[in-house]
């Protein structure tokens, strides 16, 4: 039941004409293609300034606005609460509009399974997944703990605490899949935002974090945080010392899949107009560099093909969680 990370180059996505990709077929009026875009656009960030959401959708609209992709204002705000639900409900209410965007996350799959948000991840017009982001298990830089060995001895003989980001994420199922599968416990405690959570990391309110690569690599790299293992397929180049999950017999996984979403019934140019931009976006140098250093799994699917990765990942994670006893 491994959720799959594709590894096909976004390149090649490109060759597939947009109506493979499922353009087209949103709700909403909003006038003739030529009048598109016209107006500022209102882009949601549905967690806290220095995730990986954050990072991802800042770097975005900042190759938008370098390679002068968008012609008018983009006013970025961070809306975080709720797991994403403050956000991504902000996104909702604005139904019918070709003027609202967000990225996602993990979040946007797993808040409305165990939350009444009013919206499901298919109720948004889709845009592009465009990579999964894998996990990191990290303690502080003067935890006793050296490694993943270290840290499951500890866990055995008290209960640890592990922070995360969302309140019944893929950094929940992280944590509590390798407890369950290490056969120890441990009291999972969520944060809105990645700052809170390291500060409470280094601060000794919580034994661990989890974190993506993206987020933690500079803390990493100047010793105040310690990785111990990673969901990665293979070992980070980056991080030559730290095991991945497949290679202690962990199994099913998951990571963090990030794409892009309009309100509900967005007009059926503006999202055909996203889907030809974010394909140019993807090609360009600080997109692949973005990609290479954020340890990003490139998996490319617009349109209708997102839509049908979201409906199928939901019910992963579902399935998870019931098995976790979070649902």
């Known amino acids: 039941m491994r959720i799959k990370k594709i590894t096909a180059l976004a ?16 709700g909403g009026g909003g006038g003739s293609a030529e009048d598109y875009p016209s107006e500022t656009l209102d882009w949601t960030i549905a967690f806290g300034p220095g995730g990986g959401n954050d990072i991802m959708a800042r770097t975005i609209v900042d190759i938008l606005q370098q390679e002068e992709l968008y012609p008018g204002n983009i006013e970025v705000q961070n809306r975080e609460g709720g797991s994403g639900a403050t956000g991504w409900g902000y996104l909702f209410s604005q139904a019918g509009s070709g003027y609202g965007v967000s990225t996602t996350s993990g979040s946007f799959i797993t808040t409305p399974l165990q939350a009444d948000t009013g919206w499901q991840p298919t109720d948004f017009t889709p845009v592009c997944l465009f990579a999964t982001d894998d996990a990191l298990l990290l303690v502080p830089g003067s935890s006793p703990i050296q490694t993943w060995e270290d840290w499951v001895a500890a866990a055995e003989g008290e209960r640890l605490v592990v922070g995360g980001i969302g309140t019944v994420n893929v950094d929940f199922i992280v944590s509590s899949m390798l407890a369950e599968q290490a056969g120890y416990e441990v009291e999972y405690v969520p944060f809105n935002e990645e700052g809170q ?27 105040e945080v310690r990785p111990l293992i990673t969901t990665a397929d293979q070992r980070l180049e980056a991080l030559p010392d730290v095991p991945t999950t497949e290679e202690l017999g962990f199994e099913n996984i998951p990571s963090m899949p990030r794409g892009m979403i309009l309100p509900p019934k967005a007009p059926a140019q503006a999202q055909d107009w996203w889907i030809e931009t974010m394909q140019q976006v993807v090609e360009t140098e600080k997109w692949q560099s973005y990609v290479e250093e954020n340890y990003l799994t490139e998996d490319l699917r617009c349109g209708e093909d997102f839509t049908e990765y979201l409906t199928e990942t939901q019910g992963q994670f579902r399935e998870i969680l019931e098995e976790q006893g979070a649902l």
């Open 11 to 26: 390149a090649a996505a490109l060759t597939i004409p947009l109506a493979a990709c499922g353009a087209g077929e949103a």
């Open 197 to 223: 959570l390291q500060t409470s990391l280094l601060s000794g309110a919580v034994d661990a974090m989890i974190s993506n690569p993206g987020s933690i690599l500079g803390q990493v790299e100047a010793g």
